[in-house]
């Protein structure tokens, strides 16, 4: 698979060239996660999800293929023996990303990411929560949570409005040239900016990048448009039904046969 075209557990991360500036002051702690209080997963994990903004890394998803980026989630299924399996490796939430590459080719985090004829990335992504309900990690559902760190925070979250700010779960540890504003050194760390509809609402874009730069992290730098046109979005999408990854895909349905004309009969002798 071309690696332009790789996804890997919506779209994480970004590879800009950032000269650090040594006179900066120190970037800020690790974002501050909603409180219980402020967050309800259950209205947060039910719908679709469209990234409006976000940062993206080159390696995984290729320059200028930001398009149709979605994420949905659903709880995992005990009864299901594929998503028990990931169950029993500490996942709790099932994960499902889509984007379409410059070609107009769609994938989804289902899909595997080979280099060189080697798979390094086997599809299927899952979540649990870490610490607050806010805070998940997002990995592999083959992979144990188990000494994992959350590698998602929900910074800012507004469903009446719908939109949402996520922030990876690492220090900022690099100074960018304006003041007070880091990113990420490592693109392991994703940043995004979430919405219920993929319609832009630029009041909202602009009011959630305030947020992050409220929080120490350049918008500037790492926050990117998402094309959500030509995308093939409803306004009734169905909610995600597919079996994490440990294991088998569904297959898409072989398509009809037509069906032969009866022969003719044969004329008595």
Known sequence: ?????????????????????????????????????????????TGKWYAIQQRTNPFFQGVGIERCTTASYSALDP?????????????????????????????????????????????????????????????QCTTSVSGQATSYIVVAYDEEAGY??????????????EPGLCTYGSPAAGLWILARSPDRNEAMIEKYRGIAAANGLSPTIMLKDVSQVGCDHTTNDAPNTKSPKGHKKNKAPKASKTPKAPKKSKSPK
């Open 1 to 45: 698979m071309n690696l332009s075209k790789a996804f890997l557990n919506f779209a994480f991360l970004t590879s800009a060239s950032i000269s650090q500036v040594a006179s900066q002051p120190p970037c800020q702690t690790v974002v501050t996660p909603l409180s219980d209080e402020e967050f309800n997963p259950a209205t947060y994990l």
């Open 164 to 177: 949402a700010l996520i922030a990876g779960g690492m220090q900022a540890q690099v100074p960018t040239s």
């Open 79 to 139: 009864t299901s023996a594929e998503q028990a399996a990931a169950i029993a490796n500490g996942h709790e939430i099932n994960v499902f990303n889509t984007l379409k590459d410059s070609d107009g080719t769609g994938f989804t985090s289902d899909d595997d990411v080979a280099f060189g004829g080697v798979v390094f990335f086997e599809g299927g992504l899952c979540a649990s929560q870490v610490g607050l309900k806010s805070q998940l990690l997002v990995t």
